[in-house]
């Protein structure tokens, strides 16, 4: 099932679905998205639910990590994260999500309420940059994370710099 992304929010509470194979594609969405919610100033907590979804790519885990220690910075909060998929709760797992989501295997009652977020458009650069963002925020997580993902960082970084040279001539 391709993914998507339900969203809803209440008196400050927002709680995001992520359904079927979340991947790239849906990662300005849900960028513009946080932005908006951390920028309601009622703002008090987010719950993310993982239970629909089948699969999950690094880049979207790296937006999720952001996602929480931005929330714990606002307003001290640590979020909830529900995962009663095994397999993507072994993922989460293996790059201590523990650390930064409270972690629960229950599911919850799904609420109609809920709106899909349409997807973005984004240049191939903001998207490369939104990346390697997102595999930095992994790598910060622990020591198996940062050798993971070093070689991509490295390797994106590398092309961001091969395609920034042409343009910076040209000027």
Do not use: W
Not at 4 to 13: E, N, T
Not at 53 to 75: F, H
Not at 100 to 120: K, M, R, T, Y
């Amino acid at each position: 099932m391709p993914g998507r992304i339900l969203v809803g929010s209440h008196d400050g509470v927002y709680v995001m679905l992520f359904e079927g194979d979340v991947r790239l594609t849906l990662y300005t969405a849900v960028e513009d998205y946080l932005e908006k919610m951390f920028g309601d100033p009622m703002f008090k907590s987010v719950l993310v639910d993982l239970s629909p979804t089948e699969s999950i790519d690094s880049t979207s885990l790296g937006l999720l990590a952001k996602l929480s220690i931005q929330a714990d910075k606002l307003v001290g909060y640590r979020p909830t994260l529900v995962s009663t998929n095994p397999d993507v709760t072994r993922i989460l797992e293996s790059m201590d999500f523990e650390d930064v989501f409270h972690i629960v295997d229950s599911q919850l009652n799904q609420s109609a309420q809920l709106a899909e977020l349409p997807p973005v458009e984004a240049d191939p650069e903001a998207m490369r940059q939104r990346v390697i963002d997102a595999h930095r925020t992994l790598m910060c997580m622990n020591e198996t994370n940062r050798e993971a993902f070093q070689d991509l960082v490295a390797t994106l970084e590398a092309e961001a710099l091969s395609i920034e040279g042409p343009k910076r001539a040209s000027l």
